[in-house]
């Protein structure tokens, strides 16, 4: 059972940090600035939660567990309300002559 | 299983610091603030790791708090940037 879970752990930290790597590499790369902001803004989360998901299997309690779990939910809301209003700044920015 | 972790940890902060590289070449100001996201969020999941791979249950609170702030700090910005523009707005449609 341990095994098991030592093996979901390993993948899903290793996908998380490979979503993290294409975030930034997206970031760094893609031409402007709202290809970029969307790189950033679903690799990432997506990769926090498979981070989270590695980590659940070693949370020492279940108010640990429900813990992690609430920081990926806020950073979801976050990151999609945020997205939203840097992208809205972006497009201003841009059509400033 | 912890040296795993430990390795991962390893890798967001490599991450985390070839992503400020878009601060000093980000052309405006919302891809510098872009920069500042993903530092908060790859500081997350670097504090969460670390929370397990050390034992210490009180870096989870402290991610918390860096989530809370990373959405601050953009709300700010975009506060700041809209602001600006109306500012700018009414000096614009006079002008023409």
Not at chain 1, 69 to 75: A, N, Q
Not at chain 2, 71 to 92: C, H, L, N, W, Y
Request: proline residues 3%; contains cysteine.
């Amino acid at each position: 059972m341990s095994f098991v879970l030592d093996i979901v752990t390993i993948i899903a930290v290793s996908a998380g940090a490979f979503f993290f790597l294409a975030g930034t590499v997206g970031l760094l790369r893609f031409p402007d600035t709202l290809t970029r902001l969307h790189a950033l803004t679903k690799a990432d989360n997506l990769g926090l939660g498979l981070m989270v998901l590695g980590l659940l299997p070693h949370a020492g309690s279940l108010r640990d567990g429900i813990k992690l779990i609430c920081v990926w939910l806020i950073v979801l809301l976050a990151g999609a309300t945020v997205s939203q209003l840097i992208g809205y700044v972006a497009r201003r920015e841009g059509s400033r002559p | 299983m912890t040296e795993f972790l430990t390795a991962a940890l390893g890798f967001i902060l490599a991450i985390l610091a070839v992503g400020l590289v878009r601060i000093l070449r980000g052309p405006g100001d919302a891809d510098r603030m872009m920069a500042a996201q993903l530092i908060g969020t790859s500081g997350i999941a670097a504090l969460l790791l670390l929370g397990t791979v050390s034992g210490v249950p009180a870096a989870v609170d402290v991610a918390l708090t860096l989530a809370l702030l990373a959405a601050f700090t953009s709300i700010a910005f975009v506060k700041k940037g809209t602001a600006r523009f109306e500012t700018d707005a009414p000096g614009s449609t006079e002008a023409e």
